[in-house]
């Protein structure tokens, strides 16, 4: 068996390994990719865009007063305008599998919320 002969496998299996990944990204890689520039890596809102768009701090135990998964997957799936119909929140349905949504609802909780 001759080594080079392994070469096309090895490079096929290490360009479909990030692409599987891509896939399903878990919660904490959709976080920082699709929130993280309105929430804040920290979930605090202290950003440029966070500021503007005066969002609550995810780490107030406040803002969890009536937090539920099922409201936080909604808020994910469905997004928020403000009256004039203007997007405050990106509508991630469509955007991110239903499972990446699960998995980023369970990150924000279990990372932010202040534990009861
Ligand atoms: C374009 C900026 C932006 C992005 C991106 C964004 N959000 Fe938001 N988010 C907001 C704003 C603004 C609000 C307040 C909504 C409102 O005014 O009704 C909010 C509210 C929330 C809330 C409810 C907190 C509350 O105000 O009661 C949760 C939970 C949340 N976002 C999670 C997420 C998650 C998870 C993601 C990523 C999948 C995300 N957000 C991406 C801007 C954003």
Redesign the pocket.
């Known amino acids: 068996m001759k080594l080079f002969r392994l070469v096309p496998f090895l490079a096929a299996f290490a360009l479909a390994m990030p692409l599987t990944a891509a896939a399903g990204d878990d919660g904490a890689t ?2 920082k990719k ?2 993280a ?3 804040g890596k920290d979930g605090k ?1 202290k950003t440029d ?2 500021e503007e ?4 701090d ?1 780490t107030d135990a406040a ?1 969890w007063k009536d ?1 539920t998964d099922e ?2 997957e909604k ?2 799936n469905d ?2 305008k ?1 009256e004039s119909g203007k ?4 509508a ?1 349905k469509g955007k ?1 599998s239903a499972e990446e ?1 699960k998995a ?2 369970a ?2 909780r279990t990372t932010f919320a202040p534990k009861k």
């Open positions: 959709v976080f699709k929130c520039t309105c929430h809102g865009m966070g768009l005066k969002i609550k995810l803002t937090l409201k936080v808020q994910v997004g928020a403000d997007e405050r929140m990106t991630f991110l949504i980023v609802v990150y924000v």
